[in-house]
Nanobody
Framework: QVQLVESGGGLVEPGGSLRVSCQAS????????MGWYRQAPGRQRELVAT???????NYADSVEGRFTISRDNAKNMVFLQMNSLKPEDTASYYC???????????????WGQGTQVTVSS
């Protein structure tokens, strides 16, 4: 069984910073791309940032230059450092990992339960 658990969300003022973390645990053979997505009330879930096992990153235009994604491959962890936060960044942030549980198994996307980030004065 595989679990992704996020932590680090909270309330921050506009212009502030926050770091969210996610750890994948359980019966994991290999992890490929990991990423962060977010969903605000009444809106669809959207990509925030992704990072491959080799460290290549991809960002949504709305967060480019403000957010930084990183990972610790040894611990199956992914992080999102969020700077210069804006009220429109308010959302539930979800961790995603594309992984396989055995050498012969298929790649499958797993999701965390989400952590709330609220940007407000």
């Amino acid at each position: 069984q595989v679990q992704l658990v996020e932590s680090g969300g909270g309330l921050v003022e506009p212009g502030g910073s926050l770091r969210v973390s996610c750890q994948a645990s359980g019966s994991i053979f290999r992890v490929a791309t990991m990423g962060w997505y977010r969903q605000a009330p009444g809106r669809q879930r959207e990509l925030v940032a992704t990072i491959t096992s080799g460290g290549s990153t991809n960002y949504a235009d709305s967060v480019e230059g403000r957010f930084t994604i990183s990972r610790d491959n040894a611990k199956n962890m992914v992080f999102l450092q969020m700077n210069s936060l804006k009220p429109e960044d308010t959302a539930s942030y979800y961790c995603n990992a594309n992984l396989k549980v055995s050498w012969s198994g298929s790649w499958y996307p797993y999701w965390g339960q989400g952590t709330q980030v609220t940007v407000s004065s």
